[in-house]
C-alpha cells in the first residue's frame, strides 16, 4: 500500500480514538466505572500511538542522503517500537494496576446508562476505524491469514493500527459486558475483574507487536513468495541466480541485492548489461515496493 493510503489509515484511527477516549473519560467521572476508567486510557493511549506513528511516516519519507544513502524508511520502525513498548504497555499496566485496585476496594457504580450508551457508540466509531483498515490489510494480505501476513510485512503504520483497532474493539466489548454483569448482579467486582482483563489483552498486543517491529529493524526479509517472484524473473531472462536477498527497508519498501550468473557466459559486457537493466525494470514492475536494487555478476 502506497505511504498515503497509510496515513490516511492512520489519521482516522486518531480521530476517532481521540473522540472516544473523551467520551469514555466523562462516562467514568459519571459512573465511577474502573472498566471505562481503563477503556479511557486505552484511548487516549491508542490516539497517543498514531500520533507516533504520524511522526515515524513523516521522518521515514525523507529522500536519502549521504549519511543516510538507503533512505529513512527504517526509521519508521523506531516510532513503531515506541508505541508497542511505551503507549501500549504502559496501557496495559495501567488497566492492570487500576483492576486490581478495584478488586481490593469495589466500588459501585453510578449512572451506569452513560457507561453504556459511550461504549456502544465507541463501538460504532472503533468498528468504523477497524473496517478501513482491515479492507486495506485484505487486499494487501491476498488471501493469507492474517497471522502469517503480520509477521511478514514491512506496513509497520498498517499493522499497528489494525491490530490496536481490533484489541480495542474487543476491550470495548469486554468493558460492556463487564458494565453489563455489574448492573445484573449488583457486585462490582465484575467491573474490576474485566479491567484485569483488557490490561492484560494489551499487554499481549503489545508483546505481539513489539516481536513483529524488532525484526524490522532487525533487517527481516520479504515474504517467500515475493523472494521466489524477483528470483524468476532473473532466471527467465538467462540467469542462474547464485544469491538473492530481498529485506524489508522502510514501509513499503524494500531492498534487493542479486549475485547471478549468466547462462551464456561469453555474451558481451553491453549485452550483459542491457538483460540486467531489463531485469530490474522488471522486478519493479512486478513487484513495486522495491526501492533498492544492487547486482552483481559472476562470471567465472
Same mark, same amino acid.
Given at each position: 500500500?502506497?505511504?498515503?493510503?497509510?496515513?490516511?489509515?492512520?489519521?482516522?484511527?486518531?480521530?476517532?480514538?481521540?473522540?472516544?477516549?473523551? %467520551?469514555?473519560?466523562?462516562?467514568?467521572?459519571?459512573?465511577?466505572?474502573?472498566?471505562?476508567?481503563?477503556?479511557?486510557?486505552?484511548?487516549?493511549?491508542?490516539?497517543?500511538?498514531?500520533?507516533?506513528?504520524?511522526?515515524?511516516?513523516?521522518?521515514?519519507?525523507?529522500?536519502?542522503?549521504?549519511?543516510?544513502?538507503?533512505?529513512?524508511?527504517?526509521?519508521?520502525?523506531?516510532?513503531?517500537?515506541?508505541?508497542?513498548?511505551?503507549?501500549?504497555?504502559?496501557?496495559?499496566?495501567?488497566?492492570?494496576?487500576?483492576?486490581?485496585?478495584?478488586?481490593?476496594?469495589?466500588?459501585?457504580?453510578?449512572?451506569?446508562?452513560?457507561?453504556?450508551?459511550?461504549?456502544?457508540?465507541?463501538?460504532?466509531?472503533?468498528?468504523?476505524?477497524?473496517? %478501513?483498515?482491515?479492507?486495506?490489510?485484505?487486499?494487501?494480505?491476498?488471501?493469507?491469514?492474517?497471522?502469517?501476513?503480520?509477521?511478514?510485512?514491512?506496513?509497520?503504520?498498517?499493522?499497528?493500527?489494525?491490530?490496536?483497532?481490533?484489541?480495542?474493539?474487543?476491550?470495548?466489548?469486554?468493558?460492556?459486558?463487564?458494565?453489563?454483569?455489574?448492573?445484573?448482579?449488583?457486585?462490582?467486582?465484575?467491573?474490576? %475483574?474485566?479491567?484485569?482483563?483488557?490490561?492484560?489483552?494489551?499487554?499481549?498486543?503489545?508483546?505481539?507487536?513489539?516481536?513483529?517491529?524488532?525484526?524490522?529493524? %532487525?533487517?527481516?526479509?520479504?515474504?517467500?513468495?515475493?523472494?521466489?517472484?524477483?528470483?524468476?524473473?532473473?532466471?527467465?531472462?538467462?540467469?542462474?541466480?547464485?544469491?538473492?536477498?530481498?529485506?524489508?527497508?522502510?514501509?513499503?519498501?524494500?531492498?534487493?541485492?542479486?549475485?547471478?550468473?549468466?547462462?551464456?557466459?561469453?555474451?558481451?559486457?553491453?549485452?550483459?548489461?542491457?538483460?540486467?537493466?531489463?531485469?530490474?525494470?522488471?522486478?519493479?514492475?512486478?513487484?513495486?515496493?522495491?526501492?533498492?536494487?544492487?547486482?552483481?555478476?559472476?562470471?567465472?
Amino acid at each position: 500500500m502506497a505511504a498515503g493510503g497509510s496515513t490516511k489509515i492512520v489519521v482516522f484511527a486518531l480521530l476517532a480514538n481521540l473522540g472516544i477516549a473523551v %467520551a469514555k473519560l466523562f462516562a467514568h467521572v459519571m459512573t465511577g466505572s474502573a472498566a471505562m476508567l481503563a477503556e479511557a486510557i486505552h484511548s487516549f493511549a491508542d490516539s497517543g500511538n498514531q500520533a507516533l506513528l504520524l511522526v515515524g511516516s513523516a521522518r521515514a519519507r525523507r529522500s536519502p542522503d549521504k549519511n543516510h544513502p538507503l533512505g529513512y524508511g527504517r526509521e519508521a520502525y523506531f516510532w513503531a517500537m515506541l508505541v508497542a513498548v511505551v503507549l501500549f504497555s504502559l496501557g496495559g499496566l495501567f488497566s492492570l494496576y487500576e483492576g486490581i485496585h478495584k478488586l481490593q476496594s469495589p466500588q459501585p457504580l453510578e449512572s451506569w446508562p452513560w457507561a453504556v450508551g459511550v461504549l456502544i457508540l465507541g463501538v460504532g466509531l472503533e468498528g468504523a476505524s477497524f473496517l %478501513a483498515a482491515w479492507k486495506v490489510c485484505s487486499q494487501i494480505r491476498r488471501g493469507t491469514s492474517l497471522l502469517r501476513w503480520a509477521q511478514h510485512t514491512g506496513n509497520v503504520n498498517l499493522l499497528v493500527v489494525v491490530f490496536e483497532d481490533l484489541a480495542a474493539l474487543i476491550g470495548l466489548l469486554l468493558a460492556l459486558a463487564a458494565v453489563g454483569l455489574t448492573v445484573i448482579t449488583g457486585d462490582p467486582m465484575w467491573d474490576a %475483574a474485566g479491567t484485569c482483563v483488557i490490561g492484560v489483552l494489551l499487554l499481549c498486543v503489545a508483546v505481539f507487536v513489539g516481536l513483529q517491529v524488532r525484526r524490522l529493524i %532487525a533487517g527481516s526479509a520479504a515474504t517467500p513468495e515475493t523472494h521466489d517472484t524477483i528470483r524468476g524473473i532473473w532466471e527467465t531472462r538467462g540467469f542462474h541466480v547464485l544469491r538473492l536477498i530481498v529485506v524489508w527497508s522502510g514501509p513499503s519498501q524494500m531492498m534487493v541485492a542479486c549475485k547471478f550468473r549468466p547462462e551464456d557466459c561469453e555474451i558481451s559486457a553491453r549485452e550483459l548489461v542491457q538483460r540486467m537493466n531489463d531485469a530490474e525494470t522488471a522486478v519493479r514492475e512486478e513487484v513495486p515496493e522495491v526501492g533498492f536494487q544492487f547486482s552483481e555478476p559472476d562470471v567465472l
